[in-house]
Antibody, heavy 117, light 110 residues
Framework: QIQLVQSGPELKKPGESVKISCKASGYTFTDYAMNWVKQAPGNGLKWMGWINTQTGKPTYADDFKQRFVFSLETSASTAYLQINNLNIEDTATYFC??????????WGQGVMVTVSS | DIVLTQSPALAVSLEQRATISCKTSQNVDNYGISYMHWYQQKPGQQPKLLIYEGSNLASGIPARFSGSGSGTDFTLTIDPVEADDIATYYCQQSKDYPRTFGGGTKLELK
């Protein structure tokens, strides 16, 4: 069965960086794009962008072009999200989600990132 | 960006019908396909795909869920509502980038 398993919760200070992982199983990793979605506490879902798992080319939504980096370790069927120079507004749960054609058919369990001084 | 508008909350009784609406700022249809999808999210859990491309039931989703609509007006219907359906429901469009979600409708018990 298809699964996306993400890394554990993170507690960071402002200005630090964090790298969270998303390990896929149950399908051919390079057949489908991987997307990232942010959910701030008590808020809705915000699409951050996607990474082409065949070429490694990332595409970022406008609000996520500056400090956010999507990457892959294809041999391990794993996608990564790195956030640099963290600030309080980055406190959120971050989900990886596999693309169907336009929709998101499988989701990771989410990683809670807390940024606090 | 395409803006998706949902009512924040809907109160419903068990075994009754719930209709959740999603209105888009632009037409999300193309070549006969509605690029509108619906998700369910329970507290502390990841979203789950319910309906894709307007009206197609995702794998493993009960038939009491259905999707309808076209153009700029879409509806998710749950009939009948069961206790396990109490959750927040989001619509999402894939007609254009960036992919955007509605603000979510929290389904509550009357």
């Amino acid at each position: 069965q298809i699964q996306l398993v993400q890394s554990g919760p993170e507690l960071k200070k402002p200005g630090e960086s964090v790298k969270i992982s998303c390990k896929a199983s149950g399908y051919t990793f390079t057949d489908y794009a991987m997307n990232w979605v942010k959910q701030a506490p008590g808020n809705g879902l915000k699409w951050m962008g996607w990474i082409n798992t065949q070429t490694g080319k990332p595409t970022y939504a406008d609000d996520f072009k500056q400090r956010f980096v999507f990457s892959l370790e294809t041999s391990a069927s794993t996608a990564y999200l790195q956030i640099n120079n963290l600030n309080i507004e980055d406190t959120a749960t971050y989900f990886c989600t596999k693309s169907g054609p336009g929709y998101f058919d499988y989701w990771g369990q989410g990683v809670m990132v807390t940024v606090s001084s | 960006d395409i803006v998706l508008t949902q009512s924040p909350a809907l109160a419903v009784s068990l075994e009754q019908r719930a209709t959740i609406s999603c209105k888009t700022s632009q037409n999300v249809d193309n070549y006969g396909i509605s690029y509108m999808h619906w998700y369910q999210q329970k507290p502390g859990q990841q979203p789950k795909l319910l309906i894709y491309e307007g009206s197609n039931l995702a794998s493993g989703i009960p038939a009491r869920f259905s999707g309808s609509g076209s153009g700029t007006d879409f509806t998710l219907t749950i009939d009948p509502v069961e206790a396990d359906d109490i959750a927040t429901y989001y619509c999402q469009q894939s007609k254009d980038y960036p992919r955007t979600f509605g603000g979510g409708t929290k389904l509550e018990l009357k």
